[in-house]
């Protein structure tokens, strides 16, 4: 495909999230601002199909084993504390969990084109969508434990004359629509209405609110003449859409992809691979893999973490790639010596991290559908050093986050 489809992709999945400042019990601030370089994973079209992937949706392949990591000697901490499990570093799972741990909160509704009623004619290339953690359209999207789940849907359709349409809904505030519809009544085309509701045009792309918190658009792929934007309202009136509980996913897998040929963390996210790797740099860098492509990644600059400064509670990070799970990593305080996992039924697992000098490096799998209530950063004795709330993340959750978590530090054992 040779339109604008992956830069348009790009644009509105342009999440900057900002790092969240973490302060310890007694509010002063820990060593240094630690302010983190986010790199967010690459969203690309596929060009043969026309469609959106997300951090690595459409890698299916093997991940190499990766070399044991140091574990955790879980036997010396205290058994009233904790849950110990066998931990091994190469094989970091809960896909357990998948069922007992089901998230508990109603499903959302999510509003898509009804592929079962096409104009005449009209026929479905292909479909995709994922959810996302931002912010809605209005307040009649759900609210998850994490923040505001939100969704982006895209389809391409073809007509009898061999046109391409892209067709998109969306309840987030983000891609090209919802500017296009806040700048107002004063930039919409004359008269263009879609069965009654008023659009925008710019180009050969119309925007309307298909329903309450949802924006909807199609566009003519590859536009070269003034008549593409009245094909594209054609089409639009001619549409419907429906509400559905779990968003198309890719039955394509792809080109194949291969991870890292190491890694710190690994173990399989709804039975895919997926690894965390830690640079070796002195400065706190961390990247992640699902399903054999790099999913997300941050690191520090010299400014925000002077070399000898040691970790303070530290800080969290998300990357997610629908219909798999997401990676929760980051890294905390160098006394923390493992990271005891609460899900939605009060059962745990204690995982082990990968230590350094100045901080304690930890990734945590989250299989698509489980809920884990909170993670506790834990010292040697077997005590609490911090704890994170993380509650229910929606289903297909895409994309990459950082700020939307705090690492709240937990009193010391003599307070």
Known sequence: MTHDLEDRLRDAFDYRADRTEFRSDNSSLDHGREVTRRIFPAVVAVAAAGVLVVGGLVAVSALRTAPSSPTVPLASLPQANLTPIDVTADELSLDDWIGPAATDTPASSWTVLDATALPAGVELISEVGNTLLGLPLDATTQETGSGWATHIYRAELRDGNGTTFDVAVTSSQIGPCTALIEQGPDDTAAGVDINGIEAAVSGSLVCWMATPGSVASVEVVGASSPSDAESSIDLARQIKF???????????????????????FSGTLSEVPWAATVSPSSLRTMTTYIDGQMSGSFENDRLSQPTDTPAGTGELSL??????????????????????????????????????????????????????????????????????????????LAGGYGGIFSILRSPAPDD
């Open 319 to 396: 990357d997610a790639v629908p219909g798999k799970g997401a990676i929760v990593y980051g890294y905390s305080a160098p006394e923390v010596v493992a990271v005891r996992v609460i899900n939605s039924n009060a059962e745990s697992r204690v995982l082990a991290t990968f230590p350094r000098e100045l901080e304690t490096f930890f990734a945590v799998p989250i299989p698509d559908g489980v809920t884990v209530d909170m993670l506790e950063f834990l010292r040697a004795d077997g005590s609490t050093y911090a704890t994170a709330t993380i509650g229910p993340l929606p289903n297909d």
């Open 242 to 264: 429906t509400d559905v509980e779990r968003l198309p996913q890719l039955n394509d897998p792809g080109e194949s992809a291969v991870g890292p040929a190491s890694a710190e």
